[in-house]
């Protein structure tokens, strides 16, 4: 088990399945709606993919985020560090600030932020350390957390630098990094399940 950030497609986004996302997505459309914004339908079909096609987006959040949260207190302000990794829900459009969706079948709220917004953010931090090129642009299928598994300890010996001091914070700014730029390039929603 665990927590994961993956990519949604319009089935499950608009499906009204038990473990779906209907009622986060018309609960958004309204607050959209009620903003005298568009609602959020051009959402991209589920398709089987290949790996390494960039279609899909799947990562488990494993590593402690002891030094991730350090980075983003450093480098962020509190709103910006709460934008960044606070969302339940990133959509690939700008929003001018989150949104608190209450929902009705749990005892919790979902935020949703804008992918537009997430990203200057995880780019800041990408900077600050000089997160390497090496570093996988897709995510398919926690094509993320072996690279920071396996290749990147390899990599961090002979590149050092700030971002092989902590390979757990690099890898949550990889993750930010990587799910905001997935979300607006496939213009899904990516969610936190």
């Known amino acids: ?28 459309n309204a607050d959209l709606r009620r903003r005298g914004l568009p609602p959020y339908e051009d959402v991209p079909p589920e398709t089987d993919f290949a790996a390494g096609s960039g279609h899909a987006f799947e990562e488990k959040l494993a590593p402690s985020m002891t030094g991730f949260l350090a980075l983003c207190r450093a480098h962020l302000s509190r709103e910006e560090s709460e934008i ?6 990133l959509v690939p459009f700008s929003l001018d600030e989150e949104i608190w969706l209450p929902i009705e079948s749990g005892a919790y709220e979902s935020m949703v932020a804008g992918a537009p917004q997430v990203l200057p953010l995880a780019e800041k931090l990408a900077a600050a350390l000089d ?5 996988p642009a897709t ?16 990599l961090a010996t002979t590149r ?27 213009g899904c929603p990516i969610v936190c399940t």
């Open 1 to 28: 088990m665990g927590v994961y950030l993956v990519s949604v497609g319009a089935q499950e986004w608009f499906g009204e399945e038990e473990d779906g996302w209907g009622e986060v997505a018309s609960a958004l």
């Open 84 to 89: 960044l990794c606070g969302w339940t829900v």
């Open 131 to 135: 997160l390497p090129a090496e570093t």
């Open 139 to 154: 995510c398919d299928n926690l094509d993320l957390s072996m690279w920071f598994r396996y290749q990147a300890k390899d």
């Open 160 to 186: 050092t630098g700030q971002w092989s001091k902590d390979l757990d914070a690099a890898f949550y700014v990889a993750l930010f990094l990587r799910a905001a730029q997935h979300s607006i390039r496939r």
